[in-house]
């Protein structure tokens, strides 16, 4: 690993990225946050030391140039919500070309990525829907393949946060599969897998099933992350026929549709061990409920609250 724990971050603000940045902080790491909004950055974090902040647009190479100039290690924790595989533009394909133009060849030394467990080329195809969102992740990983840079792709299942992030009016909706495990993983975890892999050359120019190694059928997860959490929630199941009705007035619930079509038709395969997930990234330490209980007692998810997220 990277003997002075310094990281550059590009998608620091999201959902996700949060909780990964305070738990980086937390484990001793100088972070550079390279965002577009710095003053929605700062909201999102307590001022700490160890975090600096870095004004870039990924639509901006110039900017990003300056932003990355010195950067050794980066992770890249970016995200794709569309229906549109023509869309013009999307971080995780034209802004990681961007990024690839924008780093300094004489310095970076790796490059992680977040992605979705769909886009990991080794799942095998138990249906032919496809997910545009892993279409467009997968031309962006080729392009990191393509680079020469030594990177790791993180290929994630459902992250147990979801619970929190698309709780709404004290309402968690599931949708997809509901009958076969899921391998929840969370941000802690996965925040101490991106730790063993930063400058570990055991994970240069591999990729990686980020899975934990409990399955959990989607409602009872979602009961137990609840209960431990402490807060009165109903669990609710969003019919199909509800998500295709809203689907036709709202461009979030399309997206919505077409992340519950695809989850309905896949089931998840446990691949973390075949894979040297464990052996090389370590082995997930918190259950769901823990993770809860981790949460609520740190409150790491407060900035929600300020609906910036």
Same mark, same amino acid.
């Not at 949708?175 to 400058?199: Q, R």
């Given at each position: 690993? !990277? ?10 603000? *999201? ?11 937390? $484990? ?8 577009? !909004? ?76 977040? $992605? ?5 080329? !080794? ?22 393949? !393509?680079? *020469? ?6 290929? %994630? ?29 969370? %941000? ?8 063993? +892999?930063? *400058? ?11 899975? *934990? ?10 009961? +137990?992350?609840?209960?431990?959490? $402490? ?18 007035f709202s461009k979030e619930m399309k997206y919505v549709k077409h992340m519950s079509d695809y989850f309905t038709v896949s089931s998840e395969s446990f691949l973390a061990k075949d894979y040297g997930t464990y052996d ?22 407060? %900035? ?6």
């Amino acid at each position: 690993m !990277n003997e002075k724990k310094k990281i550059s971050i590009i998608g620091g603000t *999201g959902n996700l990225g949060v909780p990964v940045v305070k738990f980086l902080l937390q $484990s001793g790491f100088e972070i550079k946050l390279i965002a577009r !909004n710095i003053a929605k950055a700062k909201r999102l974090f307590e001022p700490n030391t160890s975090l600096q902040f870095i004004e870039a647009d990924l639509k901006n190479v110039s900017e990003l140039k300056k932003a990355l100039s010195d950067t050794e290690y980066l992770y890249l924790n970016l995200s794709t919500q569309t229906t549109d595989i023509n869309i013009p533009y999307s971080t995780e394909r034209e802004g990681v070309e961007n990024i690839l133009h924008a780093v300094n060849k004489e310095y970076i030394k790796q490059i992680i990525a977040i $992605s979705g467990l769909g886009a990991f080329d !080794n799942v095998q195809k138990q249906n032919r829907f496809e997910f545009i969102p892993n279409i467009i992740r997968k031309q962006g990983h080729k392009l990191l393949k !393509n680079s *020469g840079i030594p990177y790791t792709i993180l290929h %994630c299942s459902w992250f147990a946060d979801s619970f929190i992030i698309y709780r709404r009016n004290k309402v968690y909706s599931v949708i997809g599969n509901t009958t076969d495990p899921i391998y929840f993983v969370n %941000c802690y975890d996965y925040t101490m897998h991106l730790i063993n +892999a930063i *400058g570990n050359p055991e994970a240069f120019f591999k990729e990686f099933p980020i899975q *934990g190694n409990k399955g959990y059928q989607h409602t009872a997860a979602a009961k +137990a992350f609840w209960d431990a959490y $402490s807060e009165p929630t109903k669990i609710k199941l969003l019919p199909a026929f509800i998500i295709k009705l809203l689907a036709l007035f709202s461009k979030e619930m399309k997206y919505v549709k077409h992340m519950s079509d695809y989850f309905t038709v896949s089931s998840e395969s446990f691949l973390a061990k075949d894979y040297g997930t464990y052996d090389i990234l370590g082995t997930p330490s918190l259950s769901i409920t823990q993770y809860a209980e981790k949460l609520k007692k740190e409150k790491i998810y407060d %900035c929600l609250e300020k609906g910036d997220n």
